[in-house]
């Protein structure tokens, strides 16, 4: 079945550590994009990248790092440096990036993350 | 800026009522693209609808309407015939031109049996 995974569903960070948010997608997709939910919030986007190896940030990049070294795959690391880690992420994708102008653009969305500080 | 409003935080309804939900929007592309997502609480987000701005014409879509009127910046959301499956938080969200996605903070709609 093509879409996107999200790993793991949970995540438990410690004070001070540094921990990866896994997002792949079976779909062929050039974009790939980070969110953040806070409760009775909307989505905030965090990065998104419109090709292999190259990526953007957006609105709330800080404390979070990103790589795309694979079409498929679009990890998101939350650094010690965000101190306010805790949240619900999300992982989408696109056929195309921000650039069309069609239905390609449309973002489809992963499970979700789910991130808490211990 | 573009900016999404959701006026209605939360949303309570008996099965089989029909409900509206609201979405109000600033931008000042002349094209852009409206989005309804739901999010059920298993928490993905689910694609409902997607509308360019240059397509006014309501839709239908089984119990689902949308009605887009440029005149007034809104983009409406109608449950017919609730049910209780229907129970999520629902975002409307905007692109503009090549902008990112911008959504609204959400309602949350619960149909009780």
């Known amino acids: 079945d093509g879409g996107i995974t999200q790993s793991p569903k949970y995540l438990f960070r410690k004070e001070g550590q540094n921990v990866t948010l896994s997002c792949e997608q079976n779909?062929?997709?050039?974009?790939m994009y980070w969110y953040r939910q806070d409760p009775g919030q909307g989505l905030r986007l965090i990065y998104y990248?419109?090709?292999?190896?190259?990526?953007q940030k957006g609105d709330i990049a800080e404390g979070y790092s990103v790589s795309r070294e694979k079409k498929e795959s679009f990890p998101l690391t939350v650094t010690s440096a965000q101190k306010n880690p805790t949240a619900f992420y999300l992982c989408?994708?696109?056929?195309?990036?921000?650039?069309?102008?069609?239905?390609?653009?449309?973002?489809?969305f992963g499970p979700g993350t789910r991130l808490l500080v211990l | 800026a573009q900016k999404v409003t959701q006026a209605q935080t939360e949303i309570s309804v008996v099965e089989k009522e029909d409900v509206t939900l609201d979405c109000v929007y600033e931008?000042?592309?002349?094209?852009?693209?409206l989005f309804w997502y739901k999010q059920p609480p298993s928490g993905e987000l689910v694609f409902l609808i997607r509308?360019?701005?240059?397509?006014?014409q309501n839709e239908i879509s089984g119990r689902y309407s949308w009605n887009f009127q440029k005149s007034t910046s809104s983009f409406n959301f109608t449950i017919t015939a609730s049910q209780v499956v229907d129970s999520a938080v629902y975002f409307c969200?905007?692109?503009?031109?090549?902008?990112?996605?911008?959504f609204g903070k959400g309602t949350k709609l619960t149909v009780n049996p």
């Open positions: 989408a994708s696109s056929i195309l990036g921000l650039a069309g102008d069609n239905d390609q653009e449309t973002q489809y």
């Open positions: 779909l062929n997709h050039d974009a």
């Open positions: 990248s419109q090709i292999v190896n190259d990526f």
């Open positions: 931008t000042r592309d002349t094209t852009y693209y």
């Open positions: 509308r360019n701005s240059f397509d006014e």
């Open positions: 969200a905007l692109q503009g031109g090549s902008e990112k996605l911008v």
